[in-house]
């Protein structure tokens, strides 16, 4: 008998607010971007603040964006528009001047918050001052600092081990402050640091490490411009990372072709208008993709093994496809990955990833032709099981054509948070390597733990069997950011207390231990004091580019403080007489940490000094220059193995998308602009002739199922859109179906949730 579990109103409201649909369009930006941008910054603050905000975004004695971790230029930024559209609605979600007061939380009890959208939540303004809910209690009320610091030591210190307590972090934190919190976890004595990237790009770093030797791109921005051709895979650039726009439009104008790989036709892979020039406001486009591969959902490894397949009979045939000199000086395993194709015959090949030969072949004569090639990639090729094997699958295509460590050439996982690599960088992973830890025990003088600990799906697994009791986030919005939502919600629940340092309110603070913290920080466009002096923190993007950043508006309440400020003081307090670390020094000014962090992690050398040269510095990256540091110090070739997914009759395949009105679990609006998809967001985009099998019509309301290992999880309420997608594949926006994605079903190796391989059943609303 199956075990049914139900959603909880609290959990994710099932009201419908109304959908309006429209034709997708068909040139991304442009002047309605402009608008956009314009009307949520000068919607959430005064004029004068809103001009000093977009002024000091993204340049180099300014702040860095919220958002995404797209890089920035190194040589010269607009004056005034070094931003995108979601740049700007994060700037106006942050530097909001309203606030959230006790008197808010007074009058509504956390039940009613509960039947809230995430929209709704998202516009009440910033968290003014620390809010605590006692055991037992129905509303937040307001906590002095020190008294939220005392509790939190109370609950830390009872635990049996540390490795009863969880400490999450989401990628907006800053190196100063990952590196402080990391510091302090390890000294209490746990690796459990579970982050927002064993969500999104793990499986990228596992199979970059295996494969070229460090977990990061190879390539620079400058790259994309010296490329003949850029393949852009299961990224939807439009809408996640726009400024990227920018770069492909000189990519192209230089010359580049662009391949598109995606299960839906995405408006930023179609072309762009440039809102920085007066063509683009007038609505001149450039066109981007030059072949588009509209795969199926999960389709990628035999894509790739297709066109490998190719290119191995074009060198076959005429030579000159493959760089030889390349694979003999600087590979092994070459030989295994050629046989192991002659296992496939591409008729099959183009079946399981559901494209004709012919499309194939167009697409296999870019890659033949070009000799310079950067693969981008996003969350569409790393949250699946194979997920691993999907990128290992596009390296092997690199280096058989010599396309790592080369000017124009190389790999790009796209990275969502603005600092999750650098968190990454700075210890916030909870299976650090060995010279890590060596090095913390070196310079701070004490022994760090070295048992592996908790990834996000095991930390929810741990709170969930009560092996865990205190949970607490530096940022984020961990409900809905997971997966399984029911189940993590109970997670949290069973926990003694949940604690999150936060901006604004979300649907994580409503889903509570049985104590709850709400700490509110300082945003990254705040001015930051310490001591009397305007202190900057910095980030590192996508590239391995670290530069400062530095808030320059005035903090909308008092009561907040610095996420490094934060960590110092729940340091002392938890910690107390027993910690070896003079933490109080590190807050003086955030050169010390940064000194630190230069004692500790190679590559930051001079960080102090280096950080204040305008556009900061790069940090090493040997697979950049074409030294792989793998046990051969070659790169491996790999073979990868796919299982085709065999659905029922009455099952399709789902992933969950983003809107063009959200950052991650950040909603900004109810409208997906290039989907042509308004005032809605339950709805499931499905293929049309999949629609008229079933009797069904756009518009026709239905629940959807999932029924992985015997549970059935449920989604209800959503409204059928018919869309251009492969037949039986459907697509979600999350995290309204992140209830659907089940918590043991994530990828090989990496552990990535598999929020883009879920098979479900749709039923009409009965």
């Known amino acids: 008998m199956k075990k049914k579990t139900t959603l909880t109103p609290e959990l994710t409201p099932e009201t419908l607010t109304g959908l309006k649909t429209s034709e997708p369009k068909d040139v991304a930006v442009g002047m309605p971007a402009v608008v956009s941008s314009m009307k949520h910054v000068f ?59 006790p008197e808010f939380f007074a009058k509504h009890s956390i039940a009613e918050l509960g039947t809230w959208s995430d929209y709704e939540l998202s516009q009440q303004g910033r968290i003014a001052q620390p809010m605590h809910k006692r055991k037992g209690a129905e509303y937040y009320e307001p906590i002095v600092w020190e008294e939220a610091f005392a509790l939190i030591a109370k609950h830390l210190n009872e635990l049996q081990s540390p490795n009863e307590a969880i400490f999450y972090t989401s990628g907006r934190t800053s190196n100063e402050a990952a590196f402080l919190y990391q510091l302090f976890v390890r000294e209490y004595g746990t690796n459990n640091l579970p982050d927002c990237s064993n969500m999104c790009h793990e499986s990228s770093g596992v199979a970059l490490i295996e494969t070229v030797g460090i977990g990061k791109g190879s390539v620079k921005l400058e790259d994309l411009y010296l490329a003949d051709l850029i393949i852009i895979a299961g990224q939807n650039p439009g809408t996640n990372h726009p400024r990227m726009l920018s770069a492909l439009e000189k990519a192209k104008r230089n010359g580049a072709k662009i391949l598109s790989v995606n299960p839906l036709h995405e408006t930023g892979l179609v072309a762009f208008s440039n809102p920085q020039t007066a063509g683009g406001l007038l609505g001149a486009k450039t066109d981007l993709s030059d072949v588009f591969l509209q795969v199926r959902i999960n389709g990628d490894v035999p894509l790739f093994k ?20 390349f694979i003999e000086a600087k590979t092994t395993g070459v030989q295994e990955l050629l046989v192991d194709l002659e296992k496939y015959t591409l008729q099959q090949l183009a079946d399981d990833c559901g494209l004709s030969l012919s499309q194939l072949r167009e697409a296999a004569e870019l890659i033949i032709h070009s000799e310079k090639i950067v693969a981008c990639w996003a969350m569409g090729l790393t949250q699946h099981k ?17 396309s790592i460590g080369k000017p124009g050439a190389g790999t790009c996982p796209v990275r969502g948070h603005s600092n999750v690599q650098g968190d990454r960088t700075m210890g916030i992973w909870e299976m650090p390597p060995k010279s890590f830890l060596d090095s913390l025990e070196k310079q701070f003088g004490f022994q760090p733990p070295r048992e592996h600990g908790y990834n996000t799906v095991e930390a929810i697994k741990a709170m969930h069997e009560r092996k865990a009791s205190v949970f607490f986030a530096m940022g984020g919005n961990f409900l809905s950011a997971t997966p399984d939502t029911v189940y993590t919600a109970q997670a949290l629940r069973n926990c003694r207390l949940t604690a999150h340092v936060s901006t604004k309110l979300n649907r994580s603070h409503l889903v509570t231990g049985e104590e709850a913290l709400i700490l509110p920080c300082l945003g990254r466009t705040d001015m930051d004091i310490q001591q009397g002096e305007a202190q900057f923190v910095s980030v590192e993007n996508s590239m391995g580019v670290v530069h400062q950043s530095k808030g320059k508006l005035k903090p909308i309440s008092e009561f907040l403080l610095s996420e490094p400020d934060i960590v110092r003081r729940l340091a002392n307090s938890v910690l107390e007489y027993k910690s070896v670390v003079d933490w109080d020094k590190y807050i003086s000014h955030y050169d010390n940490i940064r000194a630190a962090i230069e004692r500790t992690i190679p590559g930051f050398e001079n960080y102090n000094e280096r950080v204040r040269k305008p556009g900061g510095f790069y940090l090493p990256n040997g697979a950049r220059e074409g030294d792989f540091n793998t046990n051969s110090r070659k790169a491996v070739f790999s073979v990868n193995q796919y299982v085709p997914l065999q659905l029922a009759d009455d099952e399709y395949l789902m992933m969950t998308i983003r809107s063009h009105d959200q950052f991650n679990t950040t909603i900004y609006g109810l409208d997906d602009r ?8 339950r709805v499931v985009l499905m293929n049309e002739k999949d629609i008229l099998k079933r009797g069904w019509k756009s518009g026709t309301k239905v629940d959807l199922f ?13 409204i059928i859109v018919a869309y251009s997608i492969p037949e039986r594949c459907v697509a979600t926006y ?20 598999t929020s883009k391989t879920v098979i479900i059943q749709i039923k009409p609303v009965v």
């Open 706 to 718: 999932n029924y992985f290992g015997g549970v059935e999880r449920t989604a209800p309420q959503f």
């Open 674 to 681: 290039y989907r042509g998809i308004y005032n809605e967001r």
């Open 43 to 101: 919607g959430a603050m005064d004029v004068g603040r809103g001009v000093k905000a977009l002024l000091n975004l993204n340049q180099k004695d300014g702040f860095d964006c919220p958002s995404c971790a797209w890089p920035d230029p190194d040589d010269e930024r607009s004056s005034f528009a070094e931003y995108c559209e979601n740049g700007a609605k994060a700037v106006a979600e942050e530097a909001t001047t309203k606030r959230l007061l």
């Open 734 to 753: 999350f995290p309204e179906t992140n209830t659907l994605v089940p918590i043991d079903s994530f990828a090989d190796r990496s552990m990535t949730p």
């Open 306 to 325: 297709a066109l490998l397949k190719l290119m191995h009979a074009e060198e076959q045939k005429n030579g000159g496809v493959f760089d030889w000199k």
């Open 386 to 402: 194979n997920a691993v094997d999907n990128i290992r699958e596009v390296v092997n295509l690199l280096l058989l054509k010599g």
